[in-house]
């Protein structure tokens, strides 16, 4: 079945950067929609950020737009979450997910999720 792969999480200060990336594999990657999701304590899951098939159009929430840049790499099945300018609110769980619609709709697959922690 489709197999969706976060890494790259971690604990980090304040004003700091990390890059998730999210492998995915027994899927046509570039025919599927990608998005970053993320599930803190004691809260829901809530959109991040999402990525058309060819990469040409992006979303995001906007409590990290001007923060976050979502990408993809086809070749390598691969999309990427960089995220800068951290704050304690950022940490959660994030999760990858790809979509067979659009990026704006259901999303059909889900990594496990990669913590991310922000310290103040």
């Known amino acids: 079945q489709v197999r969706l792969v976060e890494s790259g999480g971690g604990l980090v200060q304040a004003g700091g950067s990390l890059r998730l990336s999210c492998a995915a594999s027994?899927?046509?990657?570039?025919?599927?929609?990608m998005g970053w999701f993320r599930q803190a304590p004691g809260k829901e899951r809530e959109f991040v950020a999402a990525?058309?098939?060819?990469?040409?159009?992006?979303s995001y929430a906007d409590s990290v737009k001007g923060r976050f840049t979502i990408s993809r790499d086809n070749a390598k099945n691969t999309v990427y979450l960089q995220m800068n300018s951290l704050n304690p609110e950022d940490t959660a769980v994030y999760y990858c997910?790809?979509?067979?619609?659009?990026?704006?709709?259901?999303?059909?697959?889900w990594g496990q999720g990669t913590q991310v922690t922000v310290s103040s």
């Open positions: 027994r899927l046509t990657f570039s025919s599927v929609a």
């Open positions: 990525i058309s098939r060819n990469g040409n159009s992006t």
């Open positions: 997910a790809a979509a067979r619609g659009s990026m704006t709709g259901a999303y059909d697959y």
